[in-house]
C-alpha cells in the first residue's frame, strides 16, 4: 500500500526552529517529486516547497525562502523540510504529496498525500 507519513510538528516559539519528515512506504521514492503544502484555518491549501526526483531541482514559495530547505535522502525512502527562523504566520497542518517526476505547485496534480502534521508558532 502506497503511504506517506509526516512527522516533526509541534509548537515552537517565534524564531525558533522545527524539522518535518516524510516517510513513504509502498512505492519507489526515487522517480517521485516530493512536495510540501501547509493549510492554514480558513484558508486554501498552498504550495511550501518541492523537490523533483529529475535532477533535484527544488523550489520554495517566496514566503519562506531562505528560512525553509528542503532535501531528501532516497536510501530512506524519506524527505525533510527544515524551517528556521519561524513565524506566526507559517502556523498551518504540513502535508508531504508525491507526484511521478517533476513538482508542481497545484495540489491537484499530486497522486500521494499523507495526513499532514500540525505546526503551531507561538509570538
Known amino acids: 500500500q502506497l503511504q506517506l507519513v509526516e512527522s516533526g510538528g509541534g509548537l515552537v516559539q517565534a524564531g525558533g526552529s522545527l524539522r518535518l519528515s516524510c516517510a513513504a512506504s509502498?512505492?519507489?521514492?526515487?522517480?517521485?517529486?516530493i512536495g510540501w503544502f501547509r493549510q492554514a484555518p480558513g484558508k486554501e491549501r498552498e504550495g511550501v516547497s518541492c523537490?523533483?526526483?529529475?535532477?533535484?531541482?527544488?523550489y520554495y514559495t517566496d514566503s519562506v525562502k531562505g528560512r525553509f530547505t528542503i532535501s531528501r535522502d532516497n536510501a530512506k525512502n524519506t524527505m525533510y523540510l527544515q524551517m528556521n527562523s519561524l513565524k506566526p504566520e507559517d502556523t498551518a497542518v504540513y502535508y508531504c504529496?508525491?507526484?511521478?517526476?517533476?513538482?508542481?505547485?497545484?495540489?491537484?496534480?499530486?497522486?500521494?498525500w499523507g495526513q499532514g502534521t500540525q505546526v503551531t508558532v507561538s509570538s
Open positions: 504529496a508525491a507526484r511521478l517526476l517533476d513538482c508542481s505547485r497545484w495540489p491537484g496534480l499530486y497522486d500521494y
Open positions: 509502498g512505492f519507489s521514492f526515487d522517480y517521485y517529486a
Open positions: 523537490i523533483s526526483s529529475s535532477d533535484g531541482s527544488t
